[in-house]
């Protein structure tokens, strides 16, 4: 049964507001070393993506986008022991995204974008994250233009608008 717009859209905008509230309780109590694959599984639920490492191992990705501005990573070791939780979306990490890097390189490093937009009149597509911010009345997004033709980074930049534009 497919439920109304208005009561989708209520469930989401609860979500979206109930999320950051769950996150502030259950990632402290993720301790690298000690909690356990099915421990964080418990507390954050199935992760967006699975990600696997080189190694074997594997990293669950918990983004927050588009309403919210994290998005995290918890790394397991060879025991499905969490061995990193880590919050992606940091000044820190934005500024090591560079030309040349993949789609697929991007999303390992930043998650799910909020939004991905094809511009074939520039011959790129364009996937956007929103970030955390320096002035409340203001959105800052981040956005990474790749190229159609080879799939690589042309160039990646800020951009903030004012909230509720």
């Given at each position: 049964m497919k439920l109304p717009g208005w009561i989708a859209t209520v469930f989401s905008a609860l979500a979206a507001t109930l999320l950051p509230a769950c996150d502030a309780v259950n990632l402290p109590e993720i301790k690298p070393g000690i909690t356990t694959l099915a421990e964080v599984r418990s507390r954050m639920g199935e992760p967006g993506f699975i990600h696997r490492n080189d190694d074997?191992?594997?990293?669950w990705e918990y983004s927050r986008q588009p309403a919210g501005i994290h998005c995290y990573?918890?790394?397991?070791d060879g025991r499905d022991i969490v061995s990193e939780?880590?919050?992606?979306?940091?000044?820190?990490n934005l500024a090591r995204v560079a030309p040349g890097m993949t789609q697929q390189e991007l999303r390992r490093r930043l998650g799910q974008?909020?939004?991905?937009e094809v511009f074939s009149n520039l011959g790129e597509?364009?996937?956007e994250w929103h970030i955390a911010g320096d002035i409340p009345t203001e959105e800052t997004y981040f956005s990474a233009h790749f190229d159609l033709g080879d799939g690589t980074l042309r160039k990646?930049?800020?951009r903030i608008e004012p909230k509720g534009r």
């Amino acid at each position: 049964m497919k439920l109304p717009g208005w009561i989708a859209t209520v469930f989401s905008a609860l979500a979206a507001t109930l999320l950051p509230a769950c996150d502030a309780v259950n990632l402290p109590e993720i301790k690298p070393g000690i909690t356990t694959l099915a421990e964080v599984r418990s507390r954050m639920g199935e992760p967006g993506f699975i990600h696997r490492n080189d190694d074997g191992t594997a990293t669950w990705e918990y983004s927050r986008q588009p309403a919210g501005i994290h998005c995290y990573m918890i790394s397991f070791d060879g025991r499905d022991i969490v061995s990193e939780l880590e919050q992606v979306l940091t000044p820190e990490n934005l500024a090591r995204v560079a030309p040349g890097m993949t789609q697929q390189e991007l999303r390992r490093r930043l998650g799910q974008p909020a939004r991905r937009e094809v511009f074939s009149n520039l011959g790129e597509e364009v996937w956007e994250w929103h970030i955390a911010g320096d002035i409340p009345t203001e959105e800052t997004y981040f956005s990474a233009h790749f190229d159609l033709g080879d799939g690589t980074l042309r160039k990646a930049g800020q951009r903030i608008e004012p909230k509720g534009r």
